[in-house]
């Protein structure tokens, strides 16, 4: 896949370093690797953090919940492209970083929200390619971001030539133990849940290879503005 990726006519390095990146959590059947620890963290230079919890398999309730794919390398490449902080995801384990209510991943994240004075967190998700529409942002029916905020998010996506943007649709993220409920309870930092689109996001299959350049050019342009503003 990676080669086929360097042939095409796309953004061949924006492809092959995801689908490289991907590796890290497709392992093990989407289990991840058993390291010390069940995720990961990348300093930022700016206030802003991308989170992915779910870019391995999940337990939840007992039962094994399929991975959010590629939100893992989406929130690394995001990252590394605008200098935001990170954190996501790698081992399953023996539960749900968006929904168990004792959580060190959530632990951490608010040790950096405080610590590093984040004023801004993303929350990576997935919807399933059949959903008829592409984007859901859960903002606890709208008490997580201010207007401003919202207003930014719905010009970016139209800049992006993504027009089906909902909020608090499906997912408004207003469940105990969710990384936007978590984050807001705790700190009052803006955070929203970003459910994308599987279309924006499997380039295991050619057809997803643009859409998810425009995911990424997208967000890219997102945080830079989301930056700004926050930053007066």
């Known amino acids: 896949m990676i080669y086929i990726a360097k042939i ?22 989407y289990l991840g690797k058993n390291y010390s620890c ?12 991308i989170s992915a919890p779910h870019a391995v398999k999940q337990i939840r309730n007992g039962l094994i919940k399929n991975p959010d794919i590629f939100t893992g390398s989406l929130a690394l ?9 990170a954190i996501y995801r790698t081992f399953t384990g023996h539960g749900d970083s968006n929904s168990d209510l004792i959580c060190a ?25 059949r959903r008829s529409f592409m984007i859901d942002v859960g903002t606890l029916d709208g008490k997580s971001i201010p207007q401003e905020i919202k207003t930014l998010i719905i010009q970016t ?27 807001w309870e705790k700190t009052g930092v ?17 057809e997803s290879w643009t859409k998810f350049q425009q995911i990424v050019t997208t967000l890219e342009s997102l945080i830079y503005k989301l930056n700004k503003r926050i930053s007066h």
């Open 8 to 29: 095409f006519g796309f953004d061949n390095q924006l492809i092959s370093t995801a689908l490289l990146l991907e590796g890290e959590f497709s392992s093990n059947y």
């Open 38 to 49: 069940l995720f990961k963290y990348k300093e930022g230079d700016i206030p802003i953090i």
């Open 77 to 85: 490449i995001l990252a590394q492209r605008t200098k935001c902080h």
């Open 105 to 129: 991943y959530k632990d951490y994240l608010i040790h950096k929200i405080k610590e590093c004075s984040l004023r801004c967190v993303i929350d990576l998700h997935g919807l399933h390619k």
């Open 157 to 183: 996506f139209q800049e992006g030539n993504i027009n089906d943007v909902r909020f608090n649709y499906l997912f408004n993220a207003d469940r105990q133990g969710t990384v936007v409920k978590t984050v």
């Open 190 to 206: 803006p955070s929203f849940q970003l459910e994308i689109n599987g279309l924006y996001r499997d380039i295991n299959h050619v």
